[in-house]
């Protein structure tokens, strides 16, 4: 899998869209983007991967630069509960097993 | 719709006890995982089975062994357990592979003192 490199920490006001950023250079053509959530104290949630096109859910939106090279997680309206820490993981897309790196700490703040 | 459900949420060892963490999911997913997580550390990967009766190591396995009973479970067992190993674990399932996201348990706490 690609190595991801993602910001320690980010703040972002309640209501507001929180984007966090994602770098993975190293990218190959046949690897996905996914990015998890872990709450403090649960297991960690699915919200959304990509290939090369945008995507969105009820969750958030993913948006990936045409080269493939960074991508940026959007939360389009941030609530409390939207604080947790962010993981952005690189994989194969039929290979089955993946690595959590240290993530993004995202506070949300009233 | 349980998921991916996680015995015991919280245990105490002493160092040398055995212990089997258990697991079980409701979404007939092929794979399974294990892994851990350490303070100020992400999650890695202890062992993961792609398919009913494989399993394989990730990249800490060693103290650990793991067996797929069936398709929904997947048991993780200490055989004796190390202060080392105090951690937090997460299992996991997958859809046939390289579908969709993981599924991921709420974590059992281990303690070994």
């Known amino acids: 899998d690609a190595k991801t490199t993602q910001p320690t920490s980010m703040d972002c006001a309640e209501g507001r869209a929180a984007n966090l950023p994602c770098n993975h250079s190293t990218i190959s053509g046949n690897e996905y983007v996914y990015w998890y959530r872990q709450i403090h104290s649960q297991g960690p949630q699915y919200i959304i991967h990509?290939?090369?096109n945008n995507e969105t859910n009820e969750m958030a939106s993913l948006i990936i630069t045409e080269d493939r090279k960074s991508s940026t997680l959007i939360l389009p309206h941030a609530t409390l509960r939207d604080t947790a820490v962010y993981y952005c993981i690189v994989r194969v897309y039929n290979f089955n097993k993946f690595y959590f790196g240290s993530g993004t700490k995202l506070n949300v703040k009233p | 719709n349980a998921g991916v459900t996680q015995t015991p949420k919280f245990q105490v060892l002493k160092t040398g006890q055995s212990m089997t963490l258990q697991c079980a999911q409701d979404?007939?997913?092929?794979?399974m995982y294990w892994y851990r997580q350490d303070p100020g550390m992400g999650l890695r990967l202890i062992y993961y089975?792609?398919?009913?009766?494989?399993?394989d190591k990730g990249e800490v396995p060693n103290g650990y062994n793991v067996s797929r009973l069936n398709k929904r479970e997947f048991s993780l067992r200490l055989e004796s357990a190390a202060p080392s190993q105090t951690s937090v674990y997460f299992c996991a399932s997958s859809e046939e592979i390289g579908r969709g996201g993981y599924t991921f348990g709420s974590g059992t706490r281990l303690t070994v003192v």
């Open positions: 089975s792609a398919s009913e009766g494989t399993t």
């Open positions: 979404m007939n997913h092929n794979s």
């Open positions: 990509g290939l090369k």
